[in-house]
């Protein structure tokens, strides 16, 4: 089963929001395009989750995180 890394793009629920980012590298970062540091709470969390974990973000506001789905990017050729 495929794991969150640095490039991938996941589908996550908090509460009952459900919201898809990109993890990428710090300077790759763009939270209007949806592009979280891998080195963000979030986004360092999210590393090697699978779908179907669940795992509070550490924060000063601690939440609750579900990994819905690892999006699929087309393979190029």
């Not at 080195?39 to 506001?61: E, M, N, W």
């Not at 939440?63 to 789905?69: D, F």
Request: proline share 10%; hydrophobic share 40%; glycine share 8%.
């Amino acid at each position: 089963m495929a794991v969150i890394e640095s490039g991938t793009t996941v589908r996550i629920r908090i509460g009952d929001q459900e919201e898809c980012w990109t993890v990428v590298a710090p300077h790759e970062a763009d939270y209007l395009k949806r592009r979280i540091s891998e080195l963000s709470p979030l986004g360092f969390a999210l590393l090697g989750r699978q779908p179907g974990q669940s795992f509070t973000v550490p924060s000063p506001r601690p939440y609750r995180v579900t990994v819905v789905a690892i999006e699929v990017a087309p393979v190029p050729g």
